[in-house]
């Protein structure tokens, strides 16, 4: 348990530091309130909000809050940044509507899903820890800022251009992936709801077409809001790109696809009709025919 708790307090360290290279770099060349730089703030609160919301969460010993507090920290934080950023212009608020509508659907998907299933069996055994429970905390807070951080940079950046092709196409890359990330959660909600595919794996509508459509829309409109930054992107506010990068290694990689095709297979493995849609269905990109 101490082995435990240790590598788990190494891992608030390394997650924190990686916060603070990510503040600074983003912050050069950005607007300022009172001589603190507006990005790197939006850091810090990214974090100190996580850690704030976890002391009851762990004392009630419960992950409700969890998702929750994700998606309020991005509509709160982008917001606030474009309403504190001198000089707000178009592609400012265009940035910052994209973010909160995405933080709105998402969060409110969120509460739903807590609301209908209770809880969320993989913090049974984490949240029994301080440790282990901030560390997740910990690294959530670097997730929103990390994904969030082309819109902050630009949204906090001293240069200013009209909309232009990039904003264009950047908005349209953005209402695709959205459109199908929503349309995906919806169907397979609708799926779930219904008692007769109690025990059953989803394969119409799009996941017909990909077996993780929700997730190639996240990919995308995170894509399409670096396409937008674009123009005012400068110096080390380049670090911007790696917010979709970040995005899609870590549905690719890490805690998306990797988990719950884990679970498919655990669930359904060995049965043909589950085999023969896997065969046929690619993982992330939809099949077009």
Same mark, same amino acid.
């Given at each position: ?65 969890? =998702?929750?507090?994700?998606?309020? !920290?991005?509509?709160? &934080? ?6 504190? $950023? ?5 592609? $400012? ?8 509508? *995405? ?9 739903? #899903?807590? %609301? ?9 055994? &984490? ?9 997740? *905390?910990?690294?959530?807070?670097? +997730? ?12 906090? /950046? ?15 890359? @953005?209402? &695709? ?7 995906? =959660? ?16 989803? #394969? $119409?509508?799009? @996941?017909? #077409? ?11 409109? +995170? ?14 506010? +380049? ?17 998306? &696809? ?13 049965? /043909?009709?589950? %085999?023969?849609?896997? /065969?046929? !269905? ?8």
């Amino acid at each position: 348990m101490e082995d435990s708790a240790g590598k788990s307090l190494l891992v608030v360290a390394v997650v924190a530091i990686l916060g603070i290279g990510l503040g600074v770099a983003g912050s050069q060349g950005g607007a300022a309130l009172a001589g603190v730089p507006l990005f790197g703030a939006a850091v810090a609160v990214a974090f100190i909000l996580q850690w704030v919301i976890f002391l009851p969460s762990f004392f009630l010993r419960t992950e409700r809050f969890f =998702d929750l507090t994700g998606s309020f !920290t991005y509509l709160a &934080i982008t917001l606030a940044l474009a309403l504190l $950023t001198p000089a707000a212009d178009a592609r $400012t608020w265009v940035l910052a509507a994209m973010v909160s509508v *995405w933080a709105l659907r998402l969060g409110t998907f969120l509460f739903r #899903r807590v %609301e209908r299933v209770g809880k969320d069996s993989r913090f049974d055994q &984490i949240k029994q820890s301080a440790p282990r429970f901030l560390s997740v *905390w910990t690294i959530q807070a670097l +997730w929103v800022s990390v994904t969030a951080s082309a819109a902050w940079i630009a949204i906090t /950046s001293t240069v200013r251009v009209a909309l232009d092709g990039w904003a264009a196409a950047g908005v349209l890359l @953005w209402l &695709i992936g959205f459109g199908i990330e929503a349309v995906a =959660d919806a169907q397979k909600n609708r799926f779930k709801a219904d008692p007769a595919n109690a025990g059953q794996f989803i #394969r $119409t509508g799009l @996941w017909s #077409r990909s077996r993780h459509p929700n997730y190639f829309g996240e990919i995308v409109l +995170w894509v399409g809001v670096l396409v937008v930054t674009v123009p005012v992107l400068q110096g080390w506010g +380049w670090v911007a790109v790696i917010s979709p990068i970040f995005v899609t290694v870590l549905l690719l990689r890490v805690s998306g &696809i990797p988990l719950l095709e884990a679970k498919a297979d655990a669930t359904w493995g060995g049965q /043909s009709e589950y %085999e023969a849609y896997k /065969s046929a !269905t690619p993982v992330l990109v939809p099949k077009l025919v």
